[in-house]
């Protein structure tokens, strides 16, 4: 076994790798975390996703973007793509590849003093474009998007960006080694979804990939790894399975499992969620709840326990910042030396790292951490903290949400294309119950079927009230619908045929609308087979209400302090004038959630956060 450390992941988000500032201050993070003055030499990993320059999209929404050019041109069409420009006639995603080449190297040549990694960063993501301008024009042919497609796009704007980073900290005097993760999943291994065997089998791939490639170095390597697996098996796609672009954080979250076996016990590996923007969570959003006077009524809570994250992530618009299942994997033990997760804003750190403490020495990277982030942890035992000072309130909020409503199920379903109509159920009570619990589940598989996702959902056997994400009309950035393969959860019906291509969305942009559909408009239509009425109303928000530490309380405890948050929450609504459409409880009473229309969530999560979270969040 090879020699053991304490070893901190630090994932990175795309912000943070956009101009020569930013690298600047990531070189600075990783000194600190390596220079540690204290008996357990300290060890670092970086993980990171795309770059995201100044007043631009990131690379793989850009890559997206230019793959979504190539998707304007008739599906089906013969004619032959070419690389020229000026004579394709669909030769606006060539353009766009250029664009991004050209921001690229310019940022190389700003970060990048040294002439010959500035070179070999300039030859690979001239040589990375060119592959994806020829995977483009294949694209550009058969018409459609595949979800192994769309993962290659997104590991291809991972490894420029892990690439750029290596030679970055290289000119900088630090020893980075850029990881490759092509071939972290085996290709013996076949599975039909993230499910636990797929994770231990990562973790158990990356362990070794860490042995071969890290630990086998003479001298101590700084790895960069690219946010992104290799291949999947075929019924796995991080574009459809890691939503709002969390990949990044789960694979940090599995490489945080796979460095166990080089840390010592009592020093097990932590997790670093590092942003640009976000300084921690908060008990509301700090620009929403900035008063006239500029002081802001949120305040930033220094642990938040596993359950209460992870209906933030349902619940709250979250992209790319936290993973449920990344979190659940590395804080699912309640030991109080398991790993750390932390959320924390990059330049909150550097500022903390030039504080002096007591003794006259500088603030190290951990307690820098521990002064401006947010520990998520599994519960009071793993964070350490007694309950009375761990129970606070938070107010999230979630806009572009759509509600669902499907009416009369138990008069009938068209269950099978042999059938030839709708079937009669029996009256009975009994029937009435198991004939709505399937109908149901074929609602939620024609969601999950669809990719639309569910933020929550009421529903009696009678009625089905289900708020989702709106992509309706989808906004200006660019956002693709993929074919999807065939699952063995199918949200076709028994018996009819399935459809394995689905239309592309098209943007509001567009001067010529085709019938080309989004994921909700898809999963609409699938639901006309059902014999019931599907309402849906637009323009609605989403606001949560979600208590920490609630899930450490007695369940009649925890049942009465629900009861008192979800009336202090409707009061609030009230006296505002605001009204709700629909009211439901998250898992295990964590929280409460309420649609409102959209103009009023603004209005709603000031009131709500005055009446619940200033006076400490207890109640």
Known sequence: MAQVYAWNVLRLDSQSLGSALSLAQVEGLVKSCINQNNSTYKRCAVVVSSIRLPRSKSTVDRLFEAAYQCL????GSKRMPTMDVGRSPCGQHIHLISALERDLVQLIRRSIKDAVLGEECEVFVGDALRRVRAFLSAIEIIGELSPTSCDSLMRTGD??????????LQSKGIPAKLVKTDDVISSSFSSDSMDDSFFSHAVSRLSQLVE??????TDLVVPIFPGSFGTLPEHISLYTHTPNKTHSSLFAAILTLALKPFSPDSHPPNLHLLHTHISGIHTGDPRLLLSESKCCASRRLEFVDLSAAIELCGVGDHGGILSSTGLELVCGDSNPVAQKVYLSKIGDVIESLGESTVDGGKVLFEAAVQNVGTRIGGGLEALNVS?????SSIVTYRKRIALLRIDRLIEGASSSAESGGATDFSESSTNLIMESHRILGFVFSVLDECGVPVCLSSSSYRTVT?????DLEPPSNMRIDIVRKSRSHSATPP???RTLKRPFIKTNSDPHPSPL????????????CLKATVNVYRNKGLISLIRTMD??????????????GTRHMLDALARDGIHFDMCAQGVGAVGVSVVVSEERVSDGVKAVHDACCKSGGRF
């Open 495 to 497: 018996g009819s045929p």
């Open 387 to 391: 309950l009375e000072s761990g129970v």
């Open 72 to 75: 304007q041109s008739p599906i």
């Open 517 to 528: 559909k989004s994921n909700l408009q898809c999963a609409i239509e699938k639901l006309a």
């Open 212 to 217: 071969n490639q890290v630990m086998s170095e």
């Open 159 to 168: 490894t420029i960006a892990a690439f750029i980073v290596t030679a970055f």
């Open 551 to 564: 899930s450490a309380r007695s369940p009649t405890t925890r049942t009465r302090a629900s009861g008192e």
């Open 466 to 470: 289900i708020a989702v994400v709106d």
